[in-house]
């Protein structure tokens, strides 16, 4: 890569961790703040605190992270990626701030509010960076993908070891650093936005999301909605209800259902070094075990990620999705049989899931560009981040019900039929695709 790439490649590189780590650190904060508010006070009423109220206000922020997809692509081709992630950066350091000021419910709804529509606009303002500027732009998404998926499990790892020692609300206020910091990199960075952009062809991208107005938003939209596409987003939504389903309560589940003890942190460090840390045998810090398998759990996605994007390349992307959710709703089902079998045997489980809730994601983006125009991509990946974050936000407030009014089998009951559902579309898709090639090969 040349000295422009280098500079892209770094920034991104950044921004898409620093988006993740916030991402799946909210879960953490989540099992606390069970703990910490018993009501929400809305003035004229009060609204007792369950994992229902909290899978509401998780859902209202990981939504707007998914529906501000849509208008960041078009802000994108109006004021540039790079004010874009910076603004981004920045919005997401102020949310965390907010959150950790939070005295209240009320005013953690907003802060996670404020760091949804902060973090919407990245994903298409960090790929259309990568594809009109970086020369070599499959070895710039490759980077690109590996640091969203070090944020997605050192986040929830960072998050897990300050708050043995701090606070939730000062280990918000600490997250908050990064962000600024790598926003003040990114209004200092220099580089070239449009350096790939090819101007023997009219000054047109090589990844052009040719959508310009909205007549030609609603037509494009209809263009693919006819093509297939509705198939599509079905598949992707289905990923991000069950992706959210699962891990929004993750770790709070884990404490609750016996396997994992707290350890007292004085137990686990030398005499020496507590006494330095101030931590003492009566001093109730403990060590919670269920939010390290959580951050490892999403550390073997990395695997999931790799393995994934090989295989596109290897078998028809409609099989491996529906492949991928087969797996995802079997493990469902065994979800707590395994956890009641013993810790050994969930660390294994553990790492099949983390492995599977991430290798479907290279299928089902492959399978958009399989079923969408070239020059709508950009629009079509937008729909596909509404499916995903939008509308696969509602796995939360689904699983904060269900466990609220009624069992945790009932939930994972319920996840294994969304898996079952995108294993059924991908099944409808690979039939359609193999129609189309026999019919193909018959007009030959």
């Known amino acids: 890569m040349n000295r422009n790439d280098r500079s892209i490649v770094a920034l991104v590189m950044l921004a898409h961790g620093m988006v993740h780590t916030y991402e799946l650190s909210i879960p953490i904060f989540v099992s606390i703040w069970l703990t910490e508010f018993d009501v929400v006070n809305l003035g004229l009423t009060q609204v007792e605190v369950t994992a229902a109220t909290l899978g509401v206000v998780v859902t209202a922020g990981y939504g707007l992270f998914g529906v501000g997809a849509l208008p960041g692509g078009v802000l994108v081709d109006r004021i540039g990626s790079r004010r874009l992630i910076s603004l981004c950066l920045f919005g997401m350091a102020g949310s965390f701030v907010l959150l950790g000021l939070s005295p209240n419910l009320v005013v953690v709804t907003l802060a996670l509010l404020c760091w949804g529509a902060a973090a919407s606009v990245y994903h298409p303002a960090g790929l259309a960076l990568v594809s009109k500027g970086v020369d070599e732009r499959g070895t710039g998404f490759a980077y690109h993908g590996i640091a969203g998926n070090v944020g997605i499990g050192l986040g929830p790892l960072l998050t897990a070891v300050l708050l043995m020692f701090m606070e939730w609300t000062t280990v918000a206020m600490l997250l908050s650093l990064p962000a600024l910091a790598a926003g003040a990199y990114a209004m200092r960075a220099e580089f070239d936005e449009n350096a790939a952009v090819d101007a023997d062809t009219g000054g047109s991208s090589k990844a052009d999301a040719g959508v310009d107005s909205l007549g030609e938003f609603v037509a494009e939209s209809r263009r693919m909605v006819a093509g297939g596409f509705v198939v599509v987003f079905l598949v992707v939504m289905c990923s991000g209800l069950y992706y959210r389903g699962v891990l929004t309560f993750l770790p709070d589940l884990l404490s609750g259902l016996g396997t994992f003890e707290p350890v007292p942190l004085a137990?686990?460090?030398?005499?020496?070094?507590?006494?330095?840390?101030?931590?003492?045998?009566?001093?109730?810090?403990?060590?919670?075990?269920?939010?390290?398998?959580?951050?490892?759990?999403?550390?073997?996605?990395?695997?999931?990620?790799?393995?994934?994007?090989?295989?596109?390349?290897?078998?028809?992307?409609?099989?491996?999705?529906?492949?991928?959710?087969?797996?995802?709703?079997?493990?469902?089902?065994?979800?707590?049989?395994?956890?009641?079998?013993?810790?050994?045997?969930?660390?294994?489980?553990?790492?099949?899931?983390?492995?599977?809730?991430?290798?479907?994601?290279?299928?089902?983006?492959?399978?958009?560009?399989?079923?969408?125009?070239?020059?709508?991509?950009?629009?079509?990946?937008?729909?596909?981040?509404?499916?995903?974050?939008?509308?696969?936000?509602l796995g939360g407030a689904l699983a904060g019900t269900i466990l609220t009014y009624a069992t945790p089998a009932a939930l994972f009951a319920t996840l294994a039929g969304i898996a079952a559902a995108g294993a059924g579309f991908g099944l409808y898709l690979a039939r359609r695709s193999g129609k189309a090639a026999a019919s193909e090969v018959a007009s030959d």
């Open 267 to 393: 137990s686990l460090l030398p005499a020496g070094l507590a006494g330095a840390l101030g931590v003492t045998a009566d001093s109730g810090q403990t060590l919670q075990p269920e939010r390290y398998f959580y951050s490892g759990l999403l550390m073997v996605g990395v695997l999931g990620q790799y393995a994934g994007g090989k295989l596109t390349d290897r078998l028809p992307v409609e099989w491996g999705l529906a492949g991928s959710f087969a797996v995802l709703a079997v493990l469902a089902v065994l979800f707590l049989p395994v956890v009641s079998a013993g810790l050994v045997p969930l660390l294994a489980f553990g790492a099949v899931l983390g492995f599977f809730l991430f290798v479907i994601q290279p299928f089902y983006q492959a399978t958009v560009a399989e079923y969408t125009p070239a020059g709508t991509r950009g629009l079509s990946y937008g729909y596909t981040y509404l499916g995903v974050f939008g509308v696969g936000a």
